[in-house]
C-alpha cells in the first residue's frame, strides 16, 4: 500500500501512499469521522457517544505496519473546540497521551522516528476540521532529525540546551514562560511568527519528563496557541512539530535530542501567507520580510493578552 | 537592508529582506510594472514603448550588491503571454540572456551560486502576473546545492549522469526528449507532477551549452510548460528551478554540477493543492499520493497533444 523510494538528488526518502487520494476531503458539518457516533446515525471514526481524547490508526495511513505506523488523536468530541481552547485537564491528558504513544510506537523494531504533529487550519492543507493531530512512526530517520542531530554534532553538545541559554541570555525573543518551559521566536526563524517551546531541564523526550514539566509544556502550548488566535483576531492556522529524539537510527542517535514543540505558521499578516516558491524549494534558502525580534514584541503582547482558559471555540 | 542568519537546527541561512513588505501586491491589469511604458502614462519599470526581454534589479531585492543580488527577468511585453506561448525564438533568446546572467553574475567574488527560476501561479504566490522570472546571486552555497553535490559524492560522479542513465534505461517516466535533451518524472518525485530537463552531455552550466543544445532546451521547456497546461486544460502553476554549477562554494564545489531544470508544480489534481505541512516541514519528508510512473503517462500525453507553437495566452 506504501512505498519508500530515495531521492538522489535530495538524499531524502518520499513516501507513495496511493490510497490517499480517496482520503475524506472536508466533508460538511454533519458529516465529520471524528465525531461521536450518535444514536441512530451512522457509526463514525469513533463508536461511542461521547468521549475524552480518541487514538486509532490512520485509515488513510501515510505509513502502515509493519513498516511504520501512522495514527489519529483526536483530542475532544467537541468538533468546534480548538487545541487551544481544550480545558487545561485535557490539554494536560493530552501530553500523557502523547508520552504513552511515543513509548508504545518508539519500542517498536520497524519505527526509527515518532513524530507527533498537529496541522490547523486549511491554509496548511487541513481536510478535517474537528480538533485532531496525528503521529507518524517512520521507518527510516528522517531529514530533519538528522539536520538537529548535525546540530549537536556541530554545538559539540545538545543543540536544544545552547540555543535555549543564547535566547535566555538575549530574552529580546522570548515571548512566554513557565517554571518548566520557555517559548521564543528563534533567532533565525523561517517563517514570521515561528515560535518553539523548550523544556528548560535537558529531556530527551516526554518520557523523561516529570508530572509538573508535562502539565507546564500543556499550558506553554495553550499559551501560544492562544496567543496566536489573538494575534490578528482570527483562528490561526500552523503546523505543530513535536521533536523528541529519535527511537532508532543507530546507537549514536537513538536516544539523543532535546524534547521541543515548533510552531510553522504560514500568515506573515492577517491576511497574507508566506508561500514556499522558487528560493525556498529550488535553493532551500527561505526569504523572510518579518524580523524575529518584531514579531516576537508582536506574539508577547498577543499571549498576554488572549484568554488563559478559553473553554469555547476559535 | 537584507540580513543573513544561521538556523542551527536546520543548518541553513535564512535571509531576511524587510523591505519586501512593501512589494508590489497582484496590482491592478492596468497598473503593471512589468508592462511596457506606453505614452502620457506613468513610467513602469521598464521606459520603453516596446520590448524583447527586459533584465533589471528587483526594486524589494533578497539580496543586494555587494552581498549578492536579485534581478527581475521580463519575457515579453505582452502582459497576458507565459512562458510556455513565447515564440520559439524568444525563448531561444532568453536561453541566451540566462547564460549572460550566470557568467556576469558568476563572475562576481560575493556570489556563490546563480541561481535563475520563475515562479508561476497565485499558487506559488505570484504577485505580478505579467509573464517573468527572477535571477537570485546567493552570497553563500545554499542547501540544495550542497545536497546535489553530496549526491555527486554518493554516487561516485555526477549524479544527474548516473540518474538520466537509469531514466533512460527504464524509460517508463521519460516524457519528453530533444536531441539534446530528456525530460523525465524523477524516480522520486517530491511533487505529483514534478519533471526535470536534463542536458543528455554532461553540461556545468549554460555557458557550457552550444548553440543547438539552448535551442533544444529552450524547446523542452516550452514543450512541458505546454503540457502542463493541456494536462487538466487549465494555467499549471509551478516552480522552475534552472540549477546550474555554483560559481564559488570552494574548489571541491565550483564548476562541478549538471545544468537541469526541474519543476516542482503544486498540484495534484485539476483542482487539489499539495500542502507542504507536519510531515514536509516538522520531519523533511514529501508525503505523495501520485506514483510518478502514473503521472508520467499523464504528462507525456498532455506533452504530445499540446501545441507545439502557440502564440496567444495561456
Redesign the interface.
Known sequence: MT?L?????????????????ERT?LPARDHCPLDPTRAGAPVTEIPFPSFEIAVFDNRFP?FESPHGAAEVVVYTDDHDASFASLPARRAQALMWVWRQRYTELGARDDIQ?V?I???RGVE???TLHHPHG?I?G?PFL???????H??DV??GGC??C??LARELADRTRVVHETASTVTYV?????WAYEAHVVLREHRASLLDCEAGELADLAAALQGLARGYDALFDRPFPY?M?V?QAPTGGGPAIAGAGHLHV?F?PPLRTAE????????E???????????PEDSAALLRAAIARAPMRGEGGS
Do not use: C, M, W
Open positions: 512505498e523510494r530515495f531521492n538522489e538528488l535530495r538524499g531524502e526518502v518520499v513516501d507513495y501512499a496511493i490510497h490517499r487520494q476531503f501515510a522516528y513524530y504533529f498537529e496541522n496548511v492543507g487541513v496525528q507518524y517512520y528522517p531529514p530533519i532529525a538528522e539536520r538537529e548535525e546540530a556541530r554545538l543543540a536544544p545552547t540555543l528563534p533567532h533565525a526563524a523561517r503546523v512539530a521533536h515548533e510553522y497574507k501567507l508566506k508561500y514556499l516558491a522558487g528560493s524549494q529550488g535553493a532551500g534558502t527561505f526569504i523572510s520580510d518579518t524580523l
